[in-house]
């Protein structure tokens, strides 16, 4: 079969999160892609994870969403259990011409419809490739509940009947008459203008190093089959066992570097990245399941680079006591006597070698490249490295291959986190974009979600179904989800209530859809996670099965219930019922909305002119928008152009390519350049937004753009305030101390004392690179380098062997006892502990070299107010997902880039500004948006005339105009209204309501929340919590597992500012024992002021309570940001012991 095909066609190899996020990313901007994924289904090795760091979500609650979107877009062409036969590039290298086989699954896809009937009844065992062979599969089988497509598919080298012509069950029990022995494999043939590789990773097979016992003991396990031990739908239920007896274990040992970092015979030279992390995740996981073991990690060094990562392993030491030891494993074995595993290390803290029984011990593998890598590679044309994986041809760029139009990414490239796989996957996807544009990219996507919707059927009665979702065991582990379920049944207007093991799945959401319909619903409550991530999703399955997709309310029992009231399961499962009564009490009240739409701005503001911020620049400007980049000093290129440019232990000589990029963004036709400026005002929404660039000279100069990217440059810790840096001649910063190597530059026999400050890869990298071109430049040097964990990128490991076998020496210290640098007799000396030999050292030193930390600019916080976007701890900017959204903020339409999200190394930079750059050409591309239509509106009949609201509004929204009946009314411009609700909650007549959030519809969820009374030493507590912040950060408690009592009742607001006094009296009357207010914090406001709005307004509450009988200590207002979920758990219980010291409500005593 061949299918012709135009230029604006990509083939998209590998169906895990990497290809997922590139076909979506492509699909969205109205490119046709081809997902092709040699398994079953899509999901790659993500699917099988139970939890993702450093916010310990569900995985497959995060992914399942993404896997249901690629099943549904009309811009993408799945093929499951397919593999590319063949590659034909064009004479003119614009297209390739590719054979795709389609494998026989002996099941025809377009019947099956996933009943599972087949599986039931087939009589077939094999252990299962999804369950890493800890379960079983049957010959015909489904890999996973949330398999996208959801068909079964028949083994052919173990099926009965394919194999000895007999049985055939499966075809007999079908109800659908989807079996066909006879299905043959297809072939197709497509023209594509760019190929996308990502092929993802397999793991080393421990049972080839024998020393570790694996194969021969089977309590020792990799880290893939332990995550599906601990994963609710694995094959214990989420329950940690030992695996040959089934009891519970007392200890576990975790060991890293399995088959890694090393040279020696079946094992790999590289460091895989990510085992550190994922083995502090899995400790903690197993903390929380059962926080009596013992849980100890064996580790070589500690590789935790990644944003928020280190804060987890601290977390993972002083919260859940794991233990973290330096020591390797000498071996595994048996102890004849007691049945128990003996663990035999060196443990280098102590130089002692220890013997340890324990009953679980968990290896974590060398991620290797994926099985057929080889091969595929033959067939595209595109070279491997050293190490088998996909190689990158360009040192800057490094999705691209030696093959133009061939582009890599996620762990096909090397191995990483879900986090760069996702970044890289939007990189590849942006040099896609570049080889061809869509010309009518809205072609495909209005036909996506596209359904009749009735509308009288919409206003009819109300008929509310509720669907409760299990989310495997992350709810249920907590929650009685089926009695939560049947007392849903018992509400007002519930015609339908069912419970789902995951709602997100491919096959929640069609249960979901054929319930509408079978049913007639016109209401739907799902009650599971959080909307911020969850509710498009469930928006466009209701839109799809014939219902106005805002006639859908979602409840949060999982970030706000079960995840942090772990340890009281009876009040979790009480506190969901009142949530879900509290979502079909405001479903009975909501009307249809229609989407509005609006044009975008064709062009782009990026702030920063770092790398990051030029390549998006050049990227954007390429693709044929106009660009509008500010740099607030007066000149482009940030520091990694300024100080030493360099990509450690590269040959290549990045300062030219950098200069040309300068060069090429200076020069570009569609790029306006403002140096010496920052921006000062921001107001409006995705597509079209308003920024004030406000020049050094006090030029000012008001642009129209439709979307934004913050690109602005991290910088070093000051070295003023290290080592005496700047003090004295002998102390440099890495990088001045780089420009004087060279031969002959030092005396000989001269000491050089490296110390990484820092403990980021780049400091690692930067050190070592230095340390190795001194030695190597300058034999007879001696080169100390004092570290307390090497951390280094893939290719890094060889050098550091190299460096060793150079003679430069390694002196670990404790991270809370750095090196003590001091003279003695003009001479200075560099006193450390050395952590291996155990001895406290001095070393003369002739030159001291600091490889310092980045840390984020003051600049960050400014932006951050301006744009009224999120900060982390450290600084710099809060992501709205660290996994599946990480460089897109809450606010639609901006972006980050570069070390504006976390420290960077220059190829690190440049990667995210291509990332960058495709996330905001989505709108640009589109050139129209639908917005939501939770907007405010005005009642003639009511309105006075007075004005308030115009005077309230920062987006000029309300205007006062002359009604039919000649009076003068507010009239609100539905594109220039943000929903804010502040103009609502101020309005003296009560004339303006804000749709999807009416009066009606908050007081009504009030009435339901305190509808039941709460145990006596439970106080109520009312929340009305803004999207942006405060509910953002009860979100991050959630994730964090930050434990706080079951007293609190969250109503999710827009804006603090639109919070009605009459909601808190209201409360007050109706028995709620306290009520709080939460926001943003100050200059955050992601509405300007309405932080500012909502604190005069509890003022003037708190007036009004001192004449009743609360106390106005009863109202709290706390004002918070989105990464701030430690401080929501710390108010939620601070207020929660206050209002036991003041008793019950005086209302709820009546």
Not at 596 to 619: E, H, N, R, Y
Not at 682 to 695: A, P, R, T, Y
Not at 857 to 867: A, K, V
Not at 1059 to 1083: S, W
Request: a negative charge.
């Amino acid at each position: 079969m061949v299918e012709t095909r135009g230029s604006n066609h990509v083939l998209v190899i590998g169906g895990g999160i990497a290809g997922i996020t590139a076909a979506l990313d492509l699909a969205d901007k109205g490119f046709m892609v081809y997902l092709v994924e040699k398994s079953p289904s899509i999901g790659g090795h993500m699917a099988q994870l139970d939890k993702t760091f450093p916010t310990l979500d569900c995985s497959i609650c995060i992914l399942a969403p993404k896997m249901v979107e690629v099943a549904r877009h009309p811009n993408i062409r799945l093929l499951t259990y397919s593999e590319v036969e063949k590659v034909e590039r064009s004479a003119d290298g614009a297209s390739f011409t590719v054979k795709i086989i389609k494998k026989p699954r002996y099941v025809d896809e377009t019947k099956c419809v996933g009943c599972g009937l087949c599986t039931e009844k087939c009589p077939v065992r094999v252990k299962s490739e999804f369950e890493a062979g800890l379960g079983e599969r049957k010959a015909i089988y489904i890999p996973f509940p949330q398999a996208v497509p959801k068909v079964a598919t028949i083994d052919e080298n173990v099926c009965l009947h394919l194999t000895k012509g007999v049985c055939g069950v499966c075809e007999k029990v079908c109800p659908a008459g989807a079996v066909n022995y006879d299905q043959k494999a297809e072939e197709l043939s497509i023209e594509v203008s760019s190929i996308i590789v990502a092929t993802g990773y397999n793991l080393l097979d421990p049972s080839s190093l024998a020393q570790y016992g694996f194969g021969r003991f089977p309590d020792v396990l990799t880290s893939l089959q332990y995550e599906r031990l601990m994963n609710a739908a694995g094959p214990t239920g989420g329950h940690i066992v030992k695996i040959s007896d089934g009891s519970k274990p007392d200890k576990i040992y975790f060991i890293q570097c399995v088959g890694s970092r090393s040279e020696k015979p079946k094992r790999k030279s590289y460091c895989s990245q990510v085992c550190c992390m994922y083995a502090t995740k899995q400790a903690i996981v197993t903390k929380e399941h059962e926080p009596e073991i013992d849980v100890n990690i064996l580790y070589n060094d500690l590789r935790v680079a990644g944003k928020g990562y280190e804060a987890l392993v601290e977390r993972a030491k002083e919260e859940f006591k794991i233990n973290y030891i330096k020591g390797l494993p000498g071996e595994v074995r048996r102890d004849p006597l007691t049945g128990r595993l003996v663990v035999r290390y060196m443990d280098m803290s102590s130089g002692e070698i220890t013997e340890e029984q324990t009953d679980l011990v968990v290896l974590c593998p060398a991620m290797i490249p994926a099985e057929g890598s080889e091969t595929l590679a033959k067939k595209l044309g595109i070279d491997l490295n050293e190490f088998g994986f996909f190689n990158s041809s360009d040192p800057l760029s490094n999705v691209k291959t030696n093959i133009p139009g061939i582009f890599i990414c996620g762990c096909s490239q090397g191995p990483k986190d879900i986090s760069h796989s996702v970044i890289q996957a939007h990189a590849a996807a942006a040099e896609a974009i570049l080889r061809s544009i869509p010309s009518n990219p809205q072609a495909g996507l209005k036909e996506k979600g596209k359904s009749e919707v009735s509308e009288a059927f919409s206003m009819a009665e109300p008929r509310i179904g509720v669907f409760v979702c299990h989310c495997g065991l992350n709810i249920a582990n907590v929650v009685d989800v089926k009695e939560v379920t049947e007392y849903a049944k018992t509400l007002p207007n519930v015609v339908y209530a069912e419970d789902l093991m995951y709602a997100c799945s491919k096959d929640g959401t069609e249960r979901i859809k054929e319930a509408i319909v079978r049913e007639k619903l016109n209401r739907v409550v799902v009650a599971s996670c959080t909307p911020t991530t969850h509710a498009p999703l469930f928006r466009s399955i209701c839109k799809e099965a014939g219902l106005n997709p805002y006639l859908f309310e979602m409840v949060n029992i999982r970030e706000h219930d079960s995840w942090v009231h772990s340890k009281y399961p009876e009040e979790a499962t009480e506190k969901a019922k009142d949530l879900i009564r509290m979502g079909v009490a405001k479903a009975a009240l909501l009307e249809p909305l229609k989407e509005l739409s609006t044009s975008v701005t064709p062009a782009a503001l990026i702030v920063g002119g770092s790398v990051a911020g030029l390549v998006a620049a050049k990227v954007i400007a390429d693709a044929g928008y106009k660009v509008l980049l500010v740099e607030k000093t007066k000149k482009l290129g940030g520091m990694f152009l300024s100080e030493y440019p360099n990509i450690p232990f590269s040959e290549v000589d990045v300062r030219p390519e950098l200069e040309k990029l300068v060069e090429a963004v200076e020069g570009h036709k569609n790029i306006e350049v403002f140096l010496s400026s920052t921006p000062t005002e921001f107001k409006g929404s995705i597509g079209n937004f308003e920024v004030l660039i406000k020049s050094n000279s006090g030029e000012n100069r008001q642009v129209k753009v439709g979307v934004i990217i913050l690109s602005p440059d991290a910088s070093e810790v000051s070295p003023e305030e290290v080592y005496g840096y700047g003090k004295e001649d002998s102390v440099y910063s890495v990088h001045e101390f780089r420009r004087m190597i060279e031969p002959g530059s030092f005396k000989e026999g001269e000491t050089i004392g490296y110390i990484i400050y820092g403990g980021s890869e780049r400091c690692c990298a930067e050190a070592l690179d230095s340390a190795l071109e001194v030695k190597k430049s300058n034999p007879s040097t001696n080169v100390y380098v004092f570290y307390e964990d090497i951390r280094l990128p893939l290719e890094g490991e060889k050098f550091y062997r190299e460096a060793r076998e150079q003679g430069i020496v390694f002196i670990r210290f404790d991270g809370r006892s750095k090196p003590r640098i001091y003279t003695e007799k003009g001479r200075k000396f560099v006193e450390a502990y050395d952590l291996t030999l155990h001895q406290r050292f001095s070393f003369p030193v002739d030159k001291i070299v600091l490889s310092l930390p980045l840390v984020a600019p003051e600049e960050n916080r400014e932006l951050s107010s301006t744009f009224k976007v999120p900060l982390n701890d450290e600084g710099f900017f809060l992501e709205v997902h660290p996994k599946m959204r990480p460089i897109d903020f809450s606010s639609d339409g901006l972006f980050m880039a570069g070390t504006a999200h976390s420290p960077q190394s220059l190829t690190e930079a440049y990667v995210q500004g291509l990332a960058a750059a495709s996330r905001a050409l989505t709108p640009l591309i589109l050139k129209e948006l639908t917005v939501e239509p939770l907007i405010a509106v005005v009642d003639d009949e009511r309105c006075v005339g007075c004005g308030t609201c115009v005077s309230l509004c920062e987006y000029n929204a309300p205007r006062m105009v002359q009604s039919t009946s000649g009076r003068i009314v507010a009239e609100i411009d539905p594109m220039l209204c943000k929903g804010c609700g502040i103009c609502a909650a101020r309005c003296p007549a009560r004339a303006i309501e804000v749709k999807g959030f009416t009066r009606a519809q908050t007081m009504a969820m009030i009435r339901a929340a305190l509808a039941t009374p709460s145990p006596p030493d439970i106080p109520k507590v009312i929340a009305f919590l803004c999207n942006w912040c405060a509910y953002a950060g009860a979100n991050t408690a959630g994730v964090s597992r930050f434990q706080y009592p079951p007293s609190i009742r969250i109503i999710r607001m827009m804006c603090s500012g639109m919070v009605d006094p009459l909601y808190v009296l209201y409360a007050f009357m109706q028995g709620a024992d306290g009520v709080m207010i939460g926001g943003c914090k100050e200059a955050d406001c992601h509405y300007v002021s309405g932080n500012l709005e909502a604190e005069k307004t509890m003022d003037k509450i708190r007036e009004m309570l001192k004449t009743t009988m609360i106390d106005p200590e009863r109202l709290l207002n706390i004002w918070i940001s989105a990464g701030e979920g430690n401080i929501f758990a710390e108010k939620v219980k601070e207020f929660t012991e206050k209002l036991k010291s003041l008793g019950p409500s005086p209302y709820k005593r009546r």
